[in-house]
């Protein structure tokens, strides 16, 4: 079971909680900072008190729009069938957390609902905001809310991951091609596009216009820059992990192998061996299970004139019950059956059709996966 974020449950979503992380405040801190002088100028008769309160009001309501968001990805999620464990709260805004099987049409509806939920928030908080004194505290709050989560579901559609855009480029693309790690590449290369742009277009603007960018403007492009940057390359390389993972086959990372009886002796196995052209030798018990392998080592060291004597036991490792694998596995399957095993079975036997197919070790499986 997947471990839940750390912080506060403080409600539950069609049954899923809701998690406030510590981190969450420090972001509804630094949004209060940041608008603090702007309540300061629009309402100087505020005490400095009051002027901090509504600045972290503002700052609340900014992160409620977040909750919004996700609470949007997750119940489209569930209602195409996906299990959804979390929503959590963080420093660089949230995460919806859910799993189940996912098709590229799945993808692209979660990921989309999110920026469109803000879209509406921003909507409905600009009409609201027609409603009250302009001149108000209110007016600024509703007003500040409708251009941040206009914002913020217009940048999320930029076609670029780690955006939601991006997650939706990705789905048209494997739904195109059939390919989920050809729309990850994709959908990767412009999300760093869309980072160089972004901070191109926050320094570039202001000179455009004759000024020069203020070190807030270039502090907040850096930030933006990095986390949209450092997002796309998680993205790139899980795609070209999960690339070589779907490359997976025991014939290419196991060590061909052929079966003898366990009673043979040494040198019927090394004929068995060249006829067969196979490099391990497994020895099967009477009930057809692979007991042991050959240590080739051990093999190597017993001299030509005793290898009709010597049996194969004597320099064999004895293998625990279980450790056999299906050698028609491939991919993902490959991996999750050698991980299962691994812990009591480092050595498994890959075995198609009652046949001895190759010797696999967790530890080639691990060097394939890390290329």
Same mark, same amino acid.
Request: glycine share 12%; hydrophobic share 55%.
């Given at each position: 079971?997947?471990?839940?974020?750390?912080? @506060?449950?403080?409600?539950?979503?069609?049954?899923?909680?809701?998690?406030?992380?510590?981190? *969450?405040?420090?972001?509804?801190?630094?949004?209060?900072?940041?608008?603090?002088?702007?309540?300061?100028?629009?309402?100087? @008769?505020?005490?400095?008190?009051?002027?901090?309160?509504?600045?972290? &009001?503002?700052?609340?309501?900014?992160?409620?729009?977040?909750?919004?968001?996700?609470?949007?990805?997750?119940?489209?999620?569930?209602?195409?069938?996906?299990?959804?464990?979390?929503?959590?709260?963080?420093?660089?805004?949230?995460?919806?957390?859910?799993?189940?099987?996912?098709? =590229?049409?799945?993808?692209?509806?979660?990921?989309?609902?999110?920026?469109?939920?803000?879209?509406?928030?921003?909507?409905?908080?600009?009409?609201?905001?027609?409603?009250?004194?302009?001149?108000?505290?209110?007016?600024?709050?509703?007003?500040?809310?409708?251009?941040?989560?206009?914002?913020?579901? /217009?940048?999320? /559609? &930029?076609?670029?991951?780690?955006?939601?855009?991006?997650?939706?480029?990705? *789905?048209?693309?494997?739904?195109?091609?059939?390919?989920?790690?050809?729309?990850?590449?994709?959908?990767?290369?412009?999300?760093?596009?869309?980072?160089?742009?972004?901070?191109?277009?926050?320094? /570039?603007?202001?000179?455009?216009?004759?000024?020069?960018?203020?070190?807030?403007?270039?502090? @907040?492009?850096?930030?933006?820059?990095?986390?949209? @940057?450092?997002?796309?390359?998680?993205?790139?390389?899980?795609?070209?992990?999960?690339? *070589?993972?779907?490359?997976?086959?025991?014939?290419?990372?196991?060590?061909?192998?052929?079966?003898?009886?366990?009673?043979?002796?040494?040198?019927?196995?090394?004929?068995?061996?060249?006829?067969?052209?196979?490099? $391990?030798?497994?020895?099967?018990?009477?009930?057809?299970?692979?007991?042991?392998?050959?240590?080739?080592? $051990?093999?190597?060291?017993? =001299?030509?004139?005793?290898?009709?004597?010597?049996?194969?036991?004597?320099?064999?490792?004895?293998?625990?019950?279980?450790?056999?694998?299906?050698?028609?596995?491939?991919?993902?399957?490959?991996?999750?059956?050698?991980?299962?095993?691994?812990?009591?079975?480092?050595?498994?036997?890959?075995?198609?059709?009652?046949?001895?197919?190759?010797?696999?070790?967790?530890?080639?499986?691990?060097?394939?996966?890390?290329?």
């Amino acid at each position: 079971m997947t471990d839940r974020t750390r912080g @506060w449950v403080v409600g539950r979503v069609a049954g899923a909680p809701v998690v406030l992380t510590p981190s *969450s405040l420090l972001t509804v801190g630094l949004i209060a900072v940041v608008f603090a002088p702007t309540v300061g100028l629009r309402a100087p @008769w505020l005490g400095t008190g009051s002027t901090i309160a509504v600045a972290l &009001v503002l700052g609340a309501l900014l992160m409620l729009s977040v909750l919004v968001h996700e609470i949007a990805h997750g119940l489209t999620a569930r209602a195409r069938g996906l299990q959804v464990r979390e929503y959590a709260l963080t420093l660089i805004g949230g995460h919806t957390a859910f799993g189940g099987r996912i098709t =590229p049409l799945t993808q692209g509806l979660v990921a989309v609902v999110g920026p469109i939920a803000n879209l509406l928030l921003a909507a409905v908080l600009w009409a609201v905001a027609q409603l009250v004194d302009p001149a108000g505290i209110a007016a600024l709050v509703l007003f500040a809310g409708a251009y941040s989560n206009g914002f913020v579901g /217009l940048f999320n /559609l &930029v076609p670029g991951l780690p955006l939601d855009g991006g997650q939706v480029l990705e *789905s048209i693309i494997w739904g195109a091609t059939g390919d989920r790690r050809r729309g990850t590449l994709v959908a990767g290369w412009a999300g760093r596009v869309v980072a160089v742009a972004f901070v191109v277009w926050v320094l /570039l603007l202001p000179l455009a216009r004759g000024g020069t960018p203020s070190l807030f403007s270039a502090v @907040w492009a850096a930030v933006v820059g990095a986390f949209l @940057w450092s997002g796309a390359g998680q993205a790139l390389r899980a795609a070209r992990v999960a690339r *070589s993972v779907d490359a997976l086959r025991v014939e290419g990372i196991g060590t061909r192998a052929v079966g003898v009886p366990a009673t043979a002796v040494l040198a019927e196995a090394d004929a068995v061996r060249g006829r067969s052209g196979a490099d $391990a030798v497994v020895l099967m018990a009477p009930d057809g299970r692979p007991a042991a392998y050959v240590d080739p080592q $051990a093999a190597n060291a017993v =001299p030509v004139a005793d290898r009709a004597r010597v049996p194969l036991t004597a320099v064999a490792v004895a293998l625990p019950a279980g450790a056999e694998v299906d050698a028609s596995l491939h991919g993902p399957a490959l991996v999750q059956a050698v991980a299962a095993k691994a812990p009591f079975a480092p050595v498994l036997v890959a075995v198609r059709d009652g046949q001895v197919v190759a010797l696999l070790r967790s530890a080639d499986v691990a060097a394939a996966l890390r290329g």
